[in-house]
């Protein structure tokens, strides 16, 4: 499990662009008036989007001034979910999931790639600044482990090869067709459906 890291270089101001203004605003009419704190993960998230993938501390005063919380409240949202990131990360961040079913399908293989080819360790950028990884809890995605997220993007069924290819386009700021490495539809066997054959995109 990785420890969230803050960032040492804060920027000193953070708005948001009138787009997300807007969207900020949409998400507080979303709850009753004397309850606008309840929109505080959604604009943390709109943060996130618009500041490269990371929030920076002026950006957690910058939510709790728009929704009148005090700046702790916001600050303890920002660093218990493991979604935010506090520290830079690069374009492309990349999730490994480590937990049991992904580990005895060779998750400990892919974190070894991530150090050989973005960074020795987790939350570091790579030397290009394009690129940063870290180990996760279980993504969801048990049925097709091993499996890593990169950005909001699912990678299912890797190998050493197919996970070393993505990571290596990404260094060169290419995206991969995200999915199954083995071409694999939803969860269905890999060697193809057995039953409910009658069924449609069962
Ligand atoms: S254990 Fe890896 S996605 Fe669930």
């Excluded at 996130?48 to 929030?55: G, L, M, R, S, V």
């Excluded at 520290?87 to 998750?107: D, E, H, L, N």
């Excluded at 990571?167 to 060697?191: H, M, V, W």
Aim: glycine share 2%; hydrophobic share 35%.
């Amino acid at each position: 499990m990785s420890i969230k890291k803050i960032s040492k270089v804060q920027p000193e101001l953070f708005e948001f662009t009138e787009d997300n203004i807007q969207k900020a605003k949409n998400e507080i009419k979303k709850y009753p008036n004397n309850r606008k704190a309840s929109a505080v993960i959604a604009l943390l998230y709109l943060v996130q989007k618009q500041n490269d993938n990371w929030i920076p501390l002026s950006a957690i005063r910058y939510v709790a001034t728009f929704l009148e919380m005090p700046y702790i409240k916001v600050y303890e949202v920002a660093t218990f979910y493991s979604m935010f990131n506090l520290s830079p990360v690069g374009k492309y961040f990349v999730q490994v999931c480590t937990t049991t079913p992904c580990m005895i399908r060779g998750a400990k293989k892919i974190t070894e790639i991530c150090k050989k080819n973005i960074s020795q360790n987790q939350h570091e950028l790579s030397e290009n600044k394009l690129c940063s990884w870290t180990e996760v809890e279980c993504l969801g995605a048990c049925v097709n482990a091993p499996m890593m997220q990169v950005n909001q993007d699912y990678f299912e069924d890797l190998n050493e090869d197919s996970a070393e290819k993505i990571i290596q386009k990404l260094l060169r700021d290419e995206f991969s067709e995200p999915g199954s490495a083995k071409n694999r539809k939803s969860n269905s066997p890999e060697t193809g459906k057995t039953t409910l054959l009658e069924v449609k995109n069962a």
